[in-house]
């Protein structure tokens, strides 16, 4: 019997930790913004993030092979996010940089 090519690719839980800790990272970073605005909403002098509240949009990428993630775990993860109250689109593209595929999610708060 031959060993079947599914052996190579990384699990749902393995997905769904790393897009977890990329949406934890960039859900800390909007709260510093928040944080920030709302410290003086008027000021705009030395404000490092702008002079808005952050909206509750966020791009994350991961450097994942597209052979390496079945679309099955892709659609649960979807799915998941869904169910926990975020719009996710996700998009296969290469890295221009690095030519490596990397998988781009635009997260949304429903």
């Not at 404000?47 to 994942?64: C, D, E, H, N």
């Not at 996010?81 to 998988?103: H, L, M, Y």
């Amino acid at each position: 019997m031959i060993i079947s090519s599914s052996e190579l690719q990384i699990s749902y839980q393995n997905l769904e930790d790393m897009f977890n800790r990329a949406l934890q990272k960039e859900i800390s970073e909007w709260r510093k913004e928040k944080d920030e605005f709302f410290k003086d909403p008027f000021n705009n002098e030395g404000r490092v993030t702008g002079k808005y509240m952050p909206s509750a949009v966020f791009q994350i990428w991961l450097k994942l092979p597209k052979n390496l993630v079945s679309d099955e775990n892709l659609n649960k993860l979807l799915l998941d996010c869904s169910e926990s109250g975020w719009n996710v689109k996700s998009k296969w593209q290469d890295d221009e940089r690095t030519g490596e595929e990397q998988i781009y999610f635009f997260v949304t708060k429903q």
